[in-house]
Structures are given as structure tokens and as C-alpha cells.
């Protein structure tokens, strides 16, 4: 079936430092590539989306890099503030599947 | 409403009882998705409607899961002689246009313990 492939599923870094996640797909037919962040407790939210006819999306501190080539696109948080701390997860657009998510923590 | 709402919030079921879980999404919004979340993990994709028309169930773990969305707004499923590893958090979505490739905007959730 499809897979979204999600790495790393838990990921510490110190306030002031990037993050970087990363996904991998397996249909090379798929276009659409979202993130979604889901703190304790609540719903999901999409932070940034990107589409296939470019390679890179940026908003402010966050971007996500697309590599159609390879199967695989990331999420680069900079400057990482204690309220990024939160549960991170891909998604294949097309295929409506999901990472299992990565957990990322932010110590100030 | 501004958002997507989903009731109950939480719900306790014994083995073997049937529930209905209630998804009322954006007005206006074509596309409608359900997604069962256990503990730890991520979505994982139910079911998919396009307006009142069920087009993709082929998440739907068994024929005990039923999905309906009669009339293109409000959508109800439906878990039939509920069992233990139906515990989860159910999750509804909407989108704004028909098709796949668009932002998702999800409810908080119905939280459902089987005992």
C-alpha cells in the first residue's frame, strides 16, 4: 500500500537552534505535500504545504523542501522557540496518508 | 461555526454497543474525511466525501464502520458491536473544494474508550 516513511520520531533541540524532519513517499505520481502541527490535546493544523512544481516554500521561520527525484521533502523550523514544541506530521495529499509523526521538544 | 465540531467529545462504550459520532465541518466546505487516531500515532485516512457522495472507503477497518453524509453537510459514523481495538480518537476534516490536494481542516475530535 502507500507509505509516508517519517524520521526522526522524537527530536530534542536547545531554544535558538533549527529542526529538521523528514519524509519520504512512495507514489512518484503524488503532488501535494503537507505539514501539520498537533500539540498535546488538540487538533491538527497545517503550518506549510507544498505542491510539486516548486522545490522550496518558506513562511517566516518555517520551509519545506521538496525532492521529486528522490521521494522525499522536509520541514526546517529555525530559530526554535519553546511553543514549537509539539507533535510534527507529513502527509501525502494525494494518497491521504499520514507519518506516524515526530515529537519534537524545544528546552529553553 | 468557525471551525469544524465534532461530537461527543469523549465517549464510553462497552463491547459490543454501537455509537455515532457527529461531524459538522466548515459551511460551505465540498470535501469531508474521517481519520482514526490511536495513541501515539498518526491519522490514519477512514473515509472521503465529495458533497453527499462517498467517494473513498477504503479505510474503513471492517464492515462494523459505516459513514454516511446524506444531504452534503453534516456526517455521522457509525461503529456497529464496538470492540476493544476501536479505541482511538476519531478525527473529521473538511476542505473547501472537492478532490484530494487541499488543506485540511480538522475538528478537535471524538475520543472513544471501548471497555
Known amino acids: 500500500g502507500e507509505n509516508v516513511e517519517q524520521h526522526p520520531s522524537t527530536l530534542s533541540v536547545q531554544e535558538g537552534d533549527s529542526a529538521v524532519i523528514k519524509c519520504t513517499y512512495s507514489?512518484?505520481?503524488?503532488?501535494?505535500f503537507p505539514w501539520y502541527k498537533q500539540e498535546l490535546g488538540k487538533r491538527p493544523q497545517l503550518i506549510i504545504d507544498?505542491?510539486?512544481?516548486?522545490g522550496e516554500k518558506k513562511d517566516q521561520r518555517i520551509a519545506v523542501t521538496l525532492n521529486k527525484t528522490a521521494k522525499h521533502f522536509s520541514l526546517h523550523i529555525t530559530e526554535t522557540q519553546p511553543e514549537d514544541s509539539a507533535v510534527y506530521f507529513c502527509?501525502?495529499?494525494?494518497?491521504?496518508?499520514f507519518g506516524a509523526g515526530t515529537i519534537l521538544r524545544v528546552k529553553s | 461555526g468557525a471551525g469544524v465540531s465534532q461530537s461527543p467529545r469523549y465517549k464510553v462504550a462497552k463491547r459490543g454497543q454501537d455509537v455515532a459520532l457527529r461531524c459538522d465541518p466548515i459551511?460551505?466546505?465540498?470535501?469531508l474525511f474521517w481519520y482514526q487516531q490511536a495513541l501515539g500515532q498518526g491519522p490514519e485516512f477512514l473515509t472521503y466525501?465529495?458533497?453527499?457522495?462517498?467517494?473513498?472507503k477504503s479505510g474503513l477497518p471492517s464492515d462494523r464502520f459505516f459513514a454516511e453524509r446524506p444531504e452534503g453537510s453534516v456526517s455521522t459514523l457509525k461503529i456497529q458491536r464496538t470492540q476493544q481495538e476501536d479505541s482511538a480518537v476519531y478525527l473529521c476534516?473538511?476542505?473547501?473544494?472537492?478532490?484530494?490536494?487541499?488543506?485540511?481542516?480538522f475538528g478537535s475530535g471524538t475520543q472513544l474508550s471501548v471497555l
Open positions: 507514489d512518484s505520481a503524488s503532488n501535494y
Open positions: 466525501f465529495q458533497n453527499e457522495a462517498q467517494l473513498d
Open positions: 507544498i505542491r510539486s512544481n516548486v
Open positions: 476534516a473538511s476542505s473547501l473544494e472537492g478532490g484530494r490536494n487541499e488543506k485540511l481542516f
Open positions: 459551511s460551505g466546505h465540498v470535501s
Open positions: 502527509a501525502d495529499g494525494n494518497k491521504l496518508v
